[in-house]
């Protein structure tokens, strides 16, 4: 029984779906069917939009919107037909998130930190570029993938005693969680930042803004315990900062490409 189940694990790995990430060449995993990607995304956003409270500042809202809808329509062309939509919601966190489908959420606080148009793109290149990443789908079909394998080990390990079973499914637990889904959303945090900053500077908005706003994020963080590294679930702002500057050049010609078709 325990070959035929990791046999049939294997069948369903090797005809498991793959999307390509835009710009990076990445190919990832992908188990869920796109559809039921965007229709949970639609459903969770509409969740947060019943329980967070929408921002009343029209001139902050109109500034989402305007950028966020430039940049989404230079991502057209990596995953076409998606219905975006850009909130803001009151709240004095400094952040943002995004959902399958093209739903991005932002919080107001974190105009503390955004002084121009050029630094709102930083923010919503990089959600909107976790939505063509399909990075969701690729966290979702992560967690099946380890919970399919600690089954897996739980079966082959049947007859075996209570506490050894258990000693081992907690090391892969741990292992699973150190090596592979910690890291994995590091490097998703870092693939964002990259297909953002090209997706922000075909839209014509600059990209040297980039580097300066992590900065003043580092900035605004000091102070603050963060765990660390092997631990975090996103890169350090300095190693952020450094990944930025060496995409620079190639976003810089997007960025002179789309000043001079315009």
Known sequence: MTRFFISGLVVC??????????????RSLSLIPMEQE??????????????????????????????????AAVAERDIPGLDWEFVLFEDDAINAFALPGGK??????LFQLVETDDDL???????????????????MSQYLLVSAGGIALDVALRNRETETRQMAL?????????????????????????????????????PRAAPRFWERMAEAAE????????????????????????????????????????
Do not use: W
């Open 38 to 71: 965007i229709a949970l995304g639609e459903s969770t956003f509409a969740e947060i939009k019943d329980a967070e409270t929408v921002s009343d500042d029209r001139e902050k809202r109109e500034r989402v919107e305007r950028v966020g809808r430039r940049i």
């Open 170 to 206: 907690m090391a892969y637990g741990a292992g699973a969680t150190f090596g592979y889904i910690l890291p994995y959303s590091r490097s998703a945090e870092s693939e964002a930042d990259e297909l953002g900053l090209y997706y922000s500077a075909r839209a014509g908005y600059d």
């Open 13 to 26: 790995l090797a005809v498991a779906g793959c999307h390509v990430v835009p710009d990076t060449g990445r």
């Open 121 to 139: 793109a930083v923010v919503m290149g990089h959600e909107v570029a976790h939505v063509t990443a399909r990075h969701g789908n690729e966290r």
């Open 223 to 262: 102070g603050r315990a963060s765990p660390p590294a092997f631990l975090s679930t996103h890169p350090s702002h300095g190693r952020r900062v450094s990944d930025l500057e060496n995409h620079m050049p190639r976003a810089l010609r997007y960025y002179e490409e789309a000043r001079q078709s315009r």
């Open 104 to 109: 991005v959420g932002v919080y107001t606080g």
